[in-house]
């Protein structure tokens, strides 16, 4: 019964699963980060069932089903209209595998830098996609794009990779140490076997220490961006995925028994509140506090805030109060059960 509710994959427990799912968006500056937009995703079953979704008070223009894919660029466009600075954005692979979307956030300007999947097509040479010259009178004539250029996957691509080629980089310093791994660039070109053209865009390879993990990404930026740039674009997402780890053990992001789209949203935009309060103190005293936390600042409210609840005699005036009110809300829920079956006789 709750908004948007089905099985699908919950990413947090790694497994389709009965739940629901958001598309979030954070900003991270200065390696912290803080949750600043966020949609409810409906599955198409649910945009499909209007009487459902009225239940549950989901707006009329929100009644139409829309890819993760699609409600993530909607936000990204959103947030640069309203205002929002950043340079660029970043996402995992959930995203980076959808060309359309790098497409299009190509093409409205944005700087991306996308994790892709260890199957990514590329193009070492521009694939020059063009129709075929009509060979006969008969039939149709040639619509569809082709080329003759040969693609790779973007692991095929690595494995060819000699040991001098890999760059070794430390993009950040860490709590166990330098955070440092092997990293690889190259100018490729991207076709999704529709586009008029070919795109060129930076490949990026990272590789752990022990070489035992690769990760992909594509990015748009500027030819000229250098190995570092691109590392430290890839870096960023750790501060996300960080503040998302933040907002559901200090924050409650995943604390909520709500049924209705507004109250789903409504919980979001507290969390975000509360997120982006806590980054803007650690950010306020990193030059006195570098390490402070989450954490860190809740014990400190904790501690400073003051508290109804001091001896043990509050206590139990607490509970007794409590327990008072939900007398009066049990007492007045059974009048109007009993108002409704009078009506009903």
């Known amino acids: 019964m709750s908004a948007g509710v089905a099985r699908q994959w919950n990413g947090r427990l790694g497994k389709v699963d009965n739940c629901q799912v958001g598309v979030f968006a954070a900003v991270t500056r200065d390696g912290v980060a803080s949750v600043v937009d966020a949609d409810l995703y409906l599955p198409e079953k649910w945009a499909k069932d209007t009487t459902r979704c009225e239940a549950v008070g989901v707006p009329e223009e929100a009644q139409t089903f829309r890819t993760k894919g699609e409600i993530a660029l909607d936000m990204v466009i959103r947030l640069r209209r309203e205002g929002l600075h950043f340079s660029f954005v970043a996402f995992d692979g959930g995203y980076g595998h959808l060309p359309w979307l790098l497409g299009e956030l190509d093409v409205e300007g944005e700087i991306f830098f996308a994790e892709v999947h260890s199957d990514q097509a590329i193009y070492l040479q521009d694939p020059a996609p063009a129709v075929a010259a009509r060979r006969s009178s008969k039939g149709r004539a040639p619509r569809r794009l082709r080329t003759t250029a040969v693609p790779m996957t973007v692991a095929a691509w690595a494995a060819t990779q000699s040991a001098s080629a890999w760059g070794r980089l430390s993009i950040r310093d860490g709590e166990k140490g330098e955070v440092m ?91 975000m509140i509360a997120t982006m309060f806590l980054a803007k103190e650690r950010l306020a005293h990193r030059e006195t506090a570098e390490l402070l936390s989450c954490r860190d600042l809740i014990e400190i409210m904790r501690h400073r805030l003051p508290t109804k609840i001091v001896t043990d005699e509050d206590l139990a005036a607490s509970i007794i109060d409590r327990h008072r009110r939900r007398h009066k809300a049990m007492e007045s829920a059974y009048r109007k059960q009993a108002a409704m079956l009078s009506a009903l006789d």
């Open 181 to 271: 791994a092997d990293y690889l660039t190259q100018r490729v070109w991207v076709w999704d076997g529709e586009a008029p053209l070919a795109s060129r865009w930076h490949l990026l390879v990272r590789r752990e220490l022990d070489g035992t993990k690769l990760k992909f990404g594509l990015s748009n930026a500027k030819p000229r961006a250098s190995l570092r740039r691109l590392a430290e674009m890839q870096g960023a997402r750790h501060f996300v995925e960080q503040s998302f780890r933040e907002a559901k053990s200090a924050c409650g992001m995943a604390e909520y028994q709500v049924r209705r789209w507004q109250a789903w949203h409504h919980h979001m935009a507290l969390v």
